[in-house]
């Protein structure tokens, strides 16, 4: 189990290896033609595309995670059977942030938060952010 969610956790920081550069990459472009009128039709685009890769790449992690989490919850079902565990493990929900422990090994946290989550979470809600931030001001330019 451990080593399932190792592998679930590379994969994901593995893709947002690529997906958070490319979906900052936007940054770079003047998004201006060459009499210097901005080029807003190219920047909705542009910054769409990269909120939705950021999107798709948080809705990517979370499913993985999902994976992890309810791996972790068979096991401690199966520790509960062998008598590992005195007490049934409670049901996983979407909305817990509490990382889940195995063989009671907890998994490092912040404050009893997942600390993968709640960066995934941030450098989505970052990026994201800047893009409609980005956009706001193009608004004013125009």
Not at 36 to 46: A, M, R
Not at 95 to 109: A, C, F, H, K
């Amino acid at each position: 189990m451990m080593e399932f969610s190792r592998f679930h956790n590379g994969l994901v920081w593995q893709v947002s290896s690529i997906f958070v550069p490319f979906s900052i990459a936007g940054f770079a472009v003047d998004f201006r033609n060459d009499n210097g009128d901005p080029q807003v039709l190219k920047l909705y685009f542009v910054a769409g595309g990269s909120i939705g890769v950021m999107l798709a790449w948080t809705i990517l992690a979370e499913w993985h995670r999902w994976l992890w989490v309810h791996s972790m919850y068979s096991a401690a079902c199966i520790e509960h059977v062998w008598g590992y565990r005195t007490a049934p493990p409670a049901k996983p929900a979407l909305n817990n942030w509490e990382p889940p422990s195995l063989l009671g090994l907890q998994v490092r946290s912040f404050m009893g938060r997942d600390l993968g989550r709640l960066t995934r979470w941030c450098i989505a809600g970052l990026v994201i952010f800047a893009w409609v931030l980005r956009l706001a001001i193009a608004d004013e330019l125009r």
